[in-house]
Structures are given as C-alpha cells and as structure tokens.
C-alpha cells in the first residue's frame, strides 16, 4: 500500500517537476532537492488531491515538505 | 475575441458591472452575472445576454463571505466547465467624514471591496493554475490614487486594491494569470443625472476631456484587459477616468 502510493505520488511529480526519477525518493525535498518553487508545491498538491480524491487543508499543506511527508499523510488520511 | 471564454462578473446586476457582463459577452464570451440582493435585474441581465447568443446565468453570493464565493466559483465550473476571467467589480460605499465613520461603516466597506476581492481571486485560482491561464480585473477607484473626503474606507479599500492587483499580478505571473485593475473616475450614473448643472461644470473642470465618463468605457478598457490583446499586460491599474488623475 505504502509502495503503491509512493509509485503514484512519484509518477506525478516526474510529470509535474520534470525530474530525473532517480531524484525522487522518500527523503528529497520539494524545495531543496527537486528544485520546486513555493507555487509548484501549491499545485502539487492540487494534483495529489485530484489523484488521492481528498481534500489537504492550507495547514496540512504546508506540513508537507518531502515526499515522504506526502505519502504519509495520504497513507493515513485516506 | 473572447468566444468560448467563460467570465465570472461580481456585483453584475447594475451600473458599471452590468455594463461589463454585456460587453464581454457581446464579444463573445459566457457570462456569470453574480449579484448580492436584486435577482429580478440579474436575471434581466442573463436575457439581455442570451438575446446577444451568449450563455448566462445569475447566482447569488455575498463576495464578503468565503463560503458563498466558494459555492460561486464552484457553481461556475460545474456549469460552464472553465473560468477564464474574474471581474472583481461589486463594491458598496458608506460615505461620512473621518470624525463621524462608524467602525461598522469602515468594516463594511473593507469587506466587500477588498476582502472581497481577496476572496474572489483566491477562488479562482485554483482552476485558473489548472488552466494554466487567466485574465483577473480588479475594479478600483482614481480616489484610491488621488484620495477623497468623505471616503476614508472606501479609498482604503481601493488603494488596497491596487496594492493586491500588483502582488497578486506578480505571485501568478509564471502560470500565465495575468491581474489588471481598472479606475474609473466621474461615470455617468442614475445619481450624476439628478445633478444640476452647476455641480456638473464642477465636475467638468476636473476632467480634462471635459465630460463623464459612460460605464461602456470602463467597460472597453475591461474588455481590452480580458482579452489576449493585453497578454503582455500584468499588475497595472488603467485609468478610464478622462485624464483627471494623472
């Protein structure tokens, strides 16, 4: 289940970030390793909400700072 | 020019909006005419833009309250499918001299027309970043430039506009949304009718080209901005005000 979501969070931000997959792993940052803005983040988000159907308030949103912090918090909000 | 667009018209049941909501759809463009309290003049405003071969629909919402600019921007998407242009133009005043504004008259104004602004624009992004594209247009006021007695809170709330228009203009510019206002000067209203002649020269004298402003120029310069011609346009206020501020 963990894998599964890790395999689609990472598909979208490849797509989304246009990064190397190997860069994409649980401990990168958005900000610092995949070189996403503050706004790229934002619509990240936006994408994993549609994907994941759910809804990350502001607050949540801004928790999530690695890829890791985004799958887990799908992983136990679903 | 802006067939297939879908506008979102705050405040569209009279006066300058009405007159924006008919000009954008007479070039084309889908219109959601929002109003607060008058259905049967928004409702005159879808027909009069379904007899020009347009979409339209009226739907209520207090642009002050989150939840009802939510529902509106929602209501929008599930209708027309997109929205390609916000006009922020709804707006109330509650005139009085510093010495005699009540804290409720200033709170009033600053939450429909600069909260609401803030709320409308914040709605709408999320579809707009989706689109990758979008036209925002905050109508100001030349008194949030040139200041005014007796408009302290409307004033705030306009220069506050110009300011948010310049942020926002520069926070959204990298998804290709660009965020415009317009400030019109004297128009010629229902209110500016019953003036006499002499406090109309009053005005004149003002106004460098010599006469009022109609809604349908600021609605002109609302088309210009919601429309690709102005793509290379973002974070500026255009005046419609026939040169009186400067």
Same mark, same amino acid.
């Given at each position: 289940?963990?894998?599964?979501?890790?395999?689609?969070?990472?598909?979208?931000? /490849? $797509?989304?970030?246009?990064?190397? %997959?190997?860069?994409?792993?649980? &401990?990168? *940052?958005?900000? +610092?390793?995949?070189?996403?803005?503050?706004?790229?983040? /934002? $619509?990240?988000?936006?994408?994993? %909400?549609?994907?994941?159907?759910? &809804?990350? *308030?502001?607050? +949540?949103?801004?928790?999530?700072?690695?890829?890791?912090?985004?799958?887990?918090?799908?992983?136990?909000?679903? | 020019?802006?067939?297939?667009?879908?506008?979102?018209?705050?405040?569209?049941?009279?006066?300058?909006?009405?007159?924006?909501?008919?000009?954008?759809?007479?070039?084309?463009?889908?219109?959601?005419?929002?109003?607060?309290?008058?259905?049967?003049?928004?409702?005159?405003?879808?027909?009069?833009?379904?007899?020009?071969?347009?979409?339209?629909?009226?739907?209520?919402?207090?642009?002050?309250?989150?939840?009802?600019?939510?529902?509106?921007?929602?209501?929008?998407?599930?209708?027309?499918?997109?929205?390609?242009?916000?006009?922020?133009?709804?707006?109330?005043?509650?005139?009085?001299?510093?010495?005699?504004?009540?804290?409720?008259?200033?709170?009033?104004?600053?939450?429909?027309?600069?909260?609401?602004?803030?709320?409308?624009?914040?709605?709408?992004?999320?579809?707009?970043?989706?689109?990758?594209?979008?036209?925002?247009?905050?109508?100001?006021?030349?008194?949030?430039?040139?200041?005014?007695?007796?408009?302290?809170?409307?004033?705030?709330?306009?220069?506050?506009?110009?300011?948010?228009?310049?942020?926002?203009?520069?926070?959204?510019?990298?998804?290709?949304?660009?965020?415009?206002?317009?400030?019109?000067?004297?128009?010629?209203?229902?209110?500016?009718?019953?003036?006499?002649?002499?406090?109309?020269?009053?005005?004149?004298?003002?106004?460098?080209?010599?006469?009022?402003?109609?809604?349908?120029?600021?609605?002109?310069?609302?088309?210009?901005?919601?429309?690709?011609?102005?793509?290379?346009?973002?974070?500026?206020?255009?005046?419609?005000?026939?040169?009186?501020?400067?």
């Amino acid at each position: 289940m963990a894998q599964e979501t890790f395999d689609r969070i990472k598909e979208i931000i /490849v $797509e989304r970030l246009d990064v190397d %997959e190997a860069k994409v792993t649980e &401990e990168a *940052s958005f900000k +610092d390793d995949l070189e996403a803005d503050s706004l790229d983040v /934002v $619509e990240l988000v936006m994408e994993l %909400e549609d994907e994941f159907d759910m &809804e990350i *308030s502001d607050e +949540d949103a801004e928790k999530i700072q690695t890829v890791g912090d985004a799958v887990n918090y799908i992983n136990s909000n679903q | 020019m802006l067939e297939g667009k879908v506008a979102l018209v705050t405040g569209a049941s009279r006066g300058i909006g009405r007159a924006i909501a008919l000009e954008l759809a007479q070039n084309g463009a889908n219109v959601v005419v929002n109003y607060a309290g008058s259905k049967s003049r928004a409702d005159a405003v879808v027909k009069e833009i379904e007899e020009l071969g347009q979409k339209a629909i009226a739907i209520q919402a207090n642009v002050s309250e989150v939840d009802n600019v939510k529902q509106l921007v929602k209501e929008t998407t599930e209708q027309f499918g997109s929205i390609d242009i916000l006009v922020n133009n709804a707006g109330i005043t509650r005139d009085n001299l510093l010495m005699r504004m009540k804290e409720s008259e200033f709170d009033d104004v600053i939450n429909t027309n600069l909260k609401g602004v803030f709320n409308c624009i914040k709605a709408v992004t999320r579809p707009m970043m989706k689109q990758r594209g979008g036209k925002i247009i905050n109508l100001t006021s030349v008194v949030g430039v040139s200041g005014n007695p007796g408009q302290t809170n409307y004033v705030a709330a306009k220069a506050g506009v110009i300011g948010m228009t310049k942020s926002v203009a520069k926070e959204l510019a990298s998804r290709h949304i660009n965020v415009n206002a317009v400030a019109p000067g004297f128009i010629s209203t229902d209110m500016t009718d019953e003036l006499s002649d002499e406090a109309k020269q009053g005005m004149y004298d003002l106004i460098p080209l010599n006469r009022l402003g109609e809604v349908e120029d600021v609605a002109r310069a609302v088309r210009f901005l919601a429309s690709n011609d102005s793509d290379y346009i973002t974070g500026q206020t255009i005046h419609v005000d026939g040169g009186m501020v400067m």
